[in-house]
């Protein structure tokens, strides 16, 4: 069964840089485009970026500037270096991959990783 794990989320003042990464356990799969989602509190999970898997990228308006989305192929890991952040940008940070194993494919979703940009 593939998993996925996010780490890298903390406290983090305004202005201020964090790295996520999100690592896939498992066998025999191939990953497809992966994504960071957030929920912020009272509110719904939204988009925040995605990548191919040939490393074409998409970004929330929100994001756009200030966060990067990356991965590693080889590593089947995803990354989310975010700066300039905002008290706005705290949220339980997912991440999701679309996995196959060679006969359709399935939305693998991360437990997520707390960000909190405070002062």
């Known amino acids: 069964q593939v998993q996925l794990v996010e780490s890298g989320g903390g406290l983090v003042q305004p202005g201020g840089s964090l790295r996520l990464s999100c690592a896939t356990s498992?066998?025999?799969?191939?990953?497809?485009?992966m994504a960071w989602y957030r929920q912020a509190p009272g509110k719904q999970r939204e988009l925040v970026a995605d990548?191919?898997?040939?490393?074409?990228?998409n970004y929330a308006d929100s994001v756009k500037g200030r966060f990067t989305i990356s991965r590693d192929n080889a590593k089947n890991t995803m990354y989310l270096q975010m700066n300039s952040l905002k008290r706005e940008d705290t949220a339980v940070y997912h991440c999701?991959?679309?996995?196959?194993?060679?006969?359709?494919?399935?939305?693998?979703w991360g437990q997520g990783t707390q960000v909190t940009v405070s002062s």
């Open positions: 999701k991959a679309d996995a196959s194993r060679g006969v359709g494919w399935s939305s693998i």
């Open positions: 498992g066998s025999n799969f191939v990953i497809n485009t």
């Open positions: 990548i191919t898997r040939g490393g074409s990228t």
